[in-house]
């Protein structure tokens, strides 16, 4: 009989709690699951305790859950219980696993009920920044029977490959980081090209990289409203663009997967700053909708992210912290200071490219120098 929770996943779970979320003695833990993902919601609970934390694990039950989404009750999902909002309330630490696990289903149900269902998350935010939280998003929650089907994927495999992505140091990544904000500060064009026909010049807007580890810290000014929560796996650093400049093509050849909403294989030409033509593998049809409807400020390139975890190599739902990567977005960016004020905003991934910053390079194949 196999061990569950397992070795590996007892081992990210002791990381996250003692390098990335550094846990004290005494502190209050919130620690919210779902079905599919209780073995290593079990093992995290495991690890506050032995460092001295007090815990609350919280588990969604799907089936109850879409229960409540057949019955068209999705308000009544959208609002949190009393007792949730006190426990946020005292809590110094969170742990929040994705769900639900039914991935299919999710992305069949109507934009509206899906929305009327998270409505507690903006509230959320305000709570959380109030009471000084810090807090991970386990992207092991988005490994699913569903989408490991959809695309071809060994669950237990990719399940894997997540988890060791968490084993990395996150002060190493953050070395890593702090080389590469250093070139971007005093930069101003950056180049990226690759052998499958990539060749984009962008600009930087003059604002500092902000370099995600994976460590979370409470709320400062100036932070995005979810500045207290950062993904686990982390490792990336991102960086304002200045939404006038890009000349050339990009060519996506990772998945973007953001939420249920996924698209592959992007395919774009810049001009005079703005994005002129695109093509897809996957997933046009939902950027279409969304595109066509967007404020001012859809078609402008805005930021980039560049990976900095050496553990992942083509892992679903890691893409923008595959080390030595470059993920381009279009759309809006104030969540990093930078003046692009659209609704819209979408990214596209490349590995093994090469980055330069004013002709020096910083990435070759996909390394960083």
């Known amino acids: 009989m196999s061990e569950i929770p397992s070795k590996l996943q007892r081992d990210a779970a002791r990381t996250i709690v003692?390098?990335?979320?550094?846990?004290?003695?005494?502190?209050?833990?919130?620690?919210?699951?779902?079905?599919?993902?209780?073995?290593?919601?079990?093992?995290?609970?495991?690890?506050?305790?032995?460092?001295?934390?007090?815990?609350?694990?919280?588990?969604?039950?799907?089936?109850?859950?879409?229960?409540?989404?057949?019955?068209?009750?999705s308000r009544l999902l959208g609002k949190s219980s009393a007792p949730e909002w006190a426990a946020l309330k005292a809590a110094d630490?969170?742990?929040?696993?994705?769900?639900?696990?039914?991935?299919d289903r999710i992305e069949r149900l109507p934009e509206k009920t899906f929305e009327e269902a998270l409505a507690w998350n903006w509230p959320w935010y305000g709570v959380a920044r109030k009471a000084g939280l810090r807090g991970v998003r386990m992207t092991v929650g988005f490994v699913t029977d569903g989408r490991a089907k959809k695309w071809g994927r060994d669950r237990?495999?990719?399940?894997?490959?997540?988890?060791?992505?968490?084993?990395?140091?996150?002060?190493?990544?953050?070395?890593?980081?702090?080389?590469?904000?250093?070139?971007?500060?005093?930069?101003?064009?950056?180049?990226?090209?690759?052998?499958?026909?990539?060749?984009?010049?962008?600009?930087?807007?003059?604002?500092?990289?902000?370099?995600?580890?994976?460590r979370p810290r409470p709320y400062r000014t100036g932070d995005p409203a979810s500045g207290m929560l950062q993904q686990a796996p982390g490792g990336t650093l991102d960086v304002?663009?200045?939404?006038?400049?890009?000349?050339?093509?990009?060519?996506?050849?990772?998945?973007?997967?953001?939420?249920?909403?996924?698209?592959?294989g992007g395919s774009l030409e810049f001009a005079g700053g703005k994005l002129t033509s695109y093509s897809f593998e996957e997933g046009e049809e939902e950027f279409?909708?969304?595109?066509?409807?967007?404020?001012?400020g859809k078609d402008?390139?805005?930021?980039?992210?560049?990976?900095?975890?050496?553990?992942?190599?083509?892992?679903?739902?890691?893409?923008?912290?595959?080390?030595?990567?470059?993920?381009?977005?279009?759309?809006?960016?104030?969540?990093?200071l930078g003046t692009n004020r659209s609704n819209f905003f979408t990214w596209f991934s490349l590995a093994g490219s090469e980055i330069a910053i004013d002709g020096s390079p910083v990435v070759r194949a996909g390394q960083l120098v």
């Open 18 to 73: 003692t390098q990335y979320l550094r846990v004290r003695p005494g502190e209050n833990a919130i620690i919210e699951s779902w079905d599919h993902t209780m073995p290593i919601a079990r093992a995290m609970v495991d690890e506050v305790r032995r460092v001295g934390g007090h815990v609350l694990l919280v588990h969604e039950d799907e089936d109850a859950w879409w229960r409540t989404i057949d019955r068209k009750q």
């Open 156 to 214: 237990a495999e990719w399940e894997e490959r997540v988890l060791r992505a968490s084993l990395v140091d996150p002060q190493e990544t953050a070395r890593r980081g702090a080389r590469l904000a250093k070139s971007l500060s005093r930069g101003k064009k950056v180049r990226i090209t690759h052998a499958n026909g990539t060749d984009l010049e962008v600009a930087l807007a003059g604002v500092a990289p902000r370099v995600s580890d994976g």
């Open 300 to 336: 402008r390139t805005s930021a980039l992210k560049l990976g900095l975890n050496p553990a992942v190599e083509d892992v679903p739902n890691l893409e923008t912290i595959e080390g030595g990567s470059v993920s381009l977005q279009i759309g809006g960016n104030r969540h990093l």
């Open 240 to 264: 304002a663009l200045d939404s006038k400049t890009a000349e050339g093509t990009f060519q996506a050849n990772r998945r973007t997967n953001i939420w249920w909403s996924v698209h592959s």
């Open 288 to 296: 279409v909708r969304q595109f066509q409807t967007a404020a001012a």
């Open 93 to 103: 630490v969170y742990v929040n696993f994705w769900g639900p696990g039914d991935t």
